[in-house]
C-alpha cells in the first residue's frame, strides 16, 4: 500500500533499524539508553520529489542517521513507519 500514495517533497519515509543486542561471538549487552537517544538509524521506504534547493541524493534503501526528535511516527499496513523532513538527516550509509 505505500506504493499507492504520495508524499510530499522533501520528505521521507523511514523504517526503524533495530540495534542487535548479542555480538557475533554470543555476548548480549544493553545499549545505553543516553547513547541510544543521540542519534536514531533507520532505513529510507520512500523518497518524496527533491526540492530544487535540496540536493540530498537520498534514495529509497539508504540507511541513515537522524535525530531522536525530529520526525513523527505514521502506522502504514500495520508497520510504524518515520516520517522527517529530509534536511534533517545527519549522514547516510548506503
Known amino acids: 500500500m505505500i506504493d499507492e500514495g504520495r508524499i510530499l517533497p522533501g520528505r521521507l519515509l523511514v523504517r526503524e533499524i533495530k540495534e542487535a543486542e548479542k555480538t557475533e561471538s554470543g555476548l548480549i549487552y544493553k545499549p545505553i539508553d543516553i547513547v541510544k537517544q543521540r542519534t536514531c538509524k533507520g532505513e529510507v521506504v520512500v523518497v518524496g520529489k527533491q526540492l530544487p534547493s535540496l540536493d540530498h541524493g537520498i534514495q529509497v534503501g ?10 513523527v511516527t505514521v502506522d502504514i499496513d500495520n508497520e ?8 534533517d538527516i545527519l549522514f547516510i550509509y548506503r
Do not use: E, I, S, T
Open 80 to 87: 510504524p513507519l518515520r516520517l522527517l523532513n529530509a534536511q
Open 62 to 71: 539508504d540507511k541513515v542517521l537522524h535525530p531522536p526528535n525530529g520526525f
